[in-house]
């Protein structure tokens, strides 16, 4: 199968400051990339769908200002959770698709402080 | 409003038996059936996907059964293993694997050795 990594795997931040979270498809070009958010013992909800070269796509109830998502190249996403704070603690996983499959990273457990 | 549905929410098996979790869709428009295995704190991992023009696909001990009039596919373990220990996710897209998925709630597994 094809490979997502994600960086970094944890970060703990104080309230108040930005983080940075990469997502990169490792073998396969991907036009589009996908980010997920997962609470505790819950299912994967959708937050954005990221586009290569154009502007994301938010789903309805995501803050774009707050959630800050650049899709720079066909193997590299970012999510930039600005002015964090306790409530956006989470995991955070990114998905890249091919034709038949649709591959996750490993998660980014974000904890805000 | 909850497009996949997924039941049970936990399951307990023995060792060498058959998990069975059931899953439900509304959208007639999806036409792609990912099942994912996630471990505590780890991203989801792909098992096996099906398409609606198939009734059944067979992957190892995994196996997808699939009733397009009914709206509904399953995933059957066979011979479980304590190492099949996990949360299993149903998922449905429109189009192929290109597309953002619309998760079910999730299942529990756990294999009693």
């Known amino acids: 199968g094809a490979v997502v990594s994600q960086h970094p795997s944890r970060v703990i931040c104080k309230s108040g400051t930005s983080v940075k979270i990469e997502c990169r498809s490792l073998d396969f070009q991907a036009t589009t990339m996908f980010w997920y958010r997962q609470f505790p013992k819950q299912s994967l909800m959708l937050m954005a769908t990221?586009?290569?070269?154009?502007?994301?796509?938010?789903e309805q109830g995501v803050e774009k200002d707050k959630f800050l998502i650049n899709h720079a190249s066909l193997t590299l996403s970012t999510l930039t959770v600005t002015s964090a704070h306790p409530e956006d603690s989470s995991f955070y996983i990114c998905?890249?698709?091919?034709?038949?499959?649709?591959?996750f990273g490993p998660g980014t457990r974000l904890t805000v402080t | 409003q909850q497009q996949v549905k997924q039941s049970p929410q936990s399951l307990i098996v023995q060792k060498g038996g058959i998990s069975i979790i059931n899953c439900a869709y509304e959208?007639?428009?999806?036409?792609?059936f990912p099942w994912y295995q996630q471990f505590p704190g780890k991203g989801p991992a792909l098992l096996i996907a099906i398409r609606p023009d198939v009734s059944e696909k067979k992957e190892g001990r995994f196996t997808i059964s699939f009733n397009k009039s009914a709206k509904q596919f399953s995933l059957h373990i066979m011979d479980s293993q304590p190492g099949d220990s996990a949360t299993y996710f149903c998922?449905?897209?429109?189009?192929?694997?290109?597309?953002?998925?619309?998760f079910g709630s999730g299942t529990r597994l756990q294999v009693q050795p």
């Open positions: 959208n007639t428009a999806f036409d792609y």
């Open positions: 990221s586009n290569e070269g154009s502007k994301a796509t938010y």
């Open positions: 998905s890249a698709g091919r034709p038949y499959e649709q591959y």
């Open positions: 998922a449905a897209s429109i189009g192929t694997g290109r597309r953002a998925l619309t």
